[in-house]
């Protein structure tokens, strides 16, 4: 039986992208693809790709947001939730109940947060990257799962440095996946 994912997204979809493109590699089911914005293109790769969507944007409360998330993602019951490019902190409750990773653009636990990319370049570091870790209720802090070194060439700015990372990411979540999905018990 296919293990069960659901994919949240904020954005582009590049790196969603690639986990939908290896759902017959990976031998998932992905039961949905939930975005917070309702104009983020992740929504129309996933339709193109057959993939249910559902969005969800934080219009009342935090609060109100967090019981809705972890509702709608109950339903789908996933064996493995995948934040990709999803620009909102899961509420503890969330993380708590359905085991969640993460990519992040930086070789953590250095530049968590929302511009790792952009505080790698301004630290002046030479060697940057990518990180797939277990969400828990910080921003970017759970247990790294795996990483992957980017370096940093001169003349780099934000953009050309955060592309490359992203090409290392698609592989690297791909791979992540692969690596956690025979650990991960079967939702009840």
Sequence with gaps: MAHRLVVLASGSGTLAQAIFDAREELGIEISAVISDRPAAMVLDRATRMGIHTEVLPVISSRDDWGVQIIERVGRYKPDLVVSAGFMRILPPDFV???????????????????????????????????TVHWVDDGVDTGPIITQMEVPVLAGDDELTLHERIKKVERGLIVATIALILPTLEPYV
């Design 96 to 130: 708590n109940r359905f085991p969640t990773i993460n990519s992040h653009p930086a070789l953590l636990p250095s530049f968590p947060g929302a511009h790792a990319v952009r505080d790698a370049l301004a630290a002046g570091v030479t060697t940057s990257g990518t």
